[in-house]
């Protein structure tokens, strides 16, 4: 009896990038789009999984929410807890590494500096070393000819901008789509050529996602790291509003010695001892955070 091999796979990018459609390219490449909205289809990170009948594996595909909807400080903390919700997701589903972690970029009207300023954002919050399990897909071409897609590939690497990010995947650059909606409900001849198109991307990225052999462990990764300063920071800060009402209590017991005038020489001692030990504690822990924010990137 043969064991079932897990691939597990992390989509992410930009909204309205079409992450969704490699999903659902990977899982059933006759599938028709939904009618073309404004909003963005993924709001939750989603789970899907497929089996590979011939080769007998499992595609565990996670698909991330849309990112840098716009541009703000608000909107990029929204952002970090989006990724960082995803990977909570996968540790609550036991998957403790990605084979391969695709970066979705749609350039339909050409390379932007959205493109450039998003994807640059993510692998600087990800981390350098997702890099060597990192591949580049671009979206919305399923009616791209082989030409067309090897002087769009030669453009990305030589592009003056864009040539430092195309480095970075090292799993290499792919290309997706999906059967066009418009052709499809107008019974044009061009699905026929699209279906052969998209179906021969999708068993090139199963193909690449299969022959991964080294995963990325999720625990490595800079975002998981993160992730435990996160936990540490909120333990820290919890911390702190222990010894604060403790110091508070401290110095209404002193006050009420003062006031009633009394004097109980050995109380006074322990009850000051206890006080300067809570500030003491109190002052460590404020100083703890504050170097983690000084050295943190994030804040």
């Known amino acids: 009896m043969k064991t079932v091999q897990h691939v597990n796979i992390l989509i992410i990018g930009r909204?309205?990038?079409?992450?969704?459609?490699?999903?659902?390219?990977?899982?059933?490449?006759?599938?028709?789009?939904?009618?073309?909205?404004?909003?963005?289809?993924?709001?939750?990170?989603h789970f899907q999984s497929f089996h590979l009948n011939e080769k007998n594996n499992v595609l565990n595909i996670i698909d991330t929410p849309g990112l840098f909807e716009r541009s703000s400080n608000e909107i990029d903390i929204r952002d970090n807890e989006t990724i960082m919700n995803t990977i909570k997701m996968c540790a609550n589903m036991e998957i403790t590494k990605f084979h391969a972690i695709c970066f979705c970029v749609s350039l339909t009207?050409?390379?932007?500096?959205?493109?450039?300023?998003?994807?640059?954002?993510?692998?600087?919050?990800?981390?350098?070393?997702?890099?060597?399990?990192?591949?580049?897909?671009?979206?919305?071409?399923?009616?791209?000819?082989?030409?067309?897609?090897?002087?769009?590939?030669?453009?990305?690497?030589?592009?003056?901008?864009?040539?430092?990010?195309?480095?970075?995947?090292?799993?290499?650059?792919?290309?997706?789509?999906?059967?066009?909606?418009?052709?499809?409900?107008?019974?044009?001849?061009?699905?026929?050529?699209?279906?052969?198109?998209?179906s021969e991307y999708r068993q090139k990225l199963i193909n690449l996602f299969l022959s991964v052999k080294d995963p990325l462990p999720i625990a490595d990764m800079r975002i998981s790291l993160a992730r435990s300063n996160a936990a540490a920071k909120k333990k820290i800060e919890t911390?702190?509003?222990?010894?604060?009402?403790?110091?508070?209590?401290?110095?209404?017991?002193?006050?009420?010695?003062?006031?009633?005038?009394?004097?109980?020489?050995?109380?006074?001692?322990?009850?000051?001892?206890?006080?300067?030990?809570?500030?003491?504690?109190?002052?460590q822990l404020r100083s703890q955070l504050y170097k983690e924010k000084e050295t943190d990137t994030r804040y």
């Open 109 to 198: 009207n050409g390379i932007n500096e959205q493109d450039i300023t998003s994807t640059e954002k993510l692998i600087e919050y990800m981390g350098p070393e997702i890099s060597k399990n990192s591949c580049l897909i671009i979206t919305h071409c399923e009616s791209k000819t082989e030409a067309q897609r090897e002087k769009l590939k030669e453009e990305l690497i030589h592009d003056a901008h864009f040539r430092n990010i195309a480095r970075f995947f090292k799993l290499g650059i792919y290309f997706s789509g999906s059967i066009n909606r418009d052709d499809f409900l107008t019974a044009s001849d061009n699905i026929v050529e699209q279906f052969f198109t998209i």
């Open 15 to 45: 909204t309205r990038t079409g992450k969704s459609t490699i999903k659902t390219l990977l899982v059933d490449p006759t599938n028709i789009p939904d009618e073309l909205t404004l909003k963005s289809g993924t709001k939750d990170p």
């Open 239 to 283: 911390e702190l509003q222990k010894i604060q009402v403790y110091v508070e209590e401290q110095e209404h017991i002193i006050a009420e010695f003062q006031q009633k005038g009394a004097f109980d020489e050995q109380r006074i001692k322990k009850l000051m001892k206890n006080y300067n030990k809570a500030v003491t504690q109190q002052e």
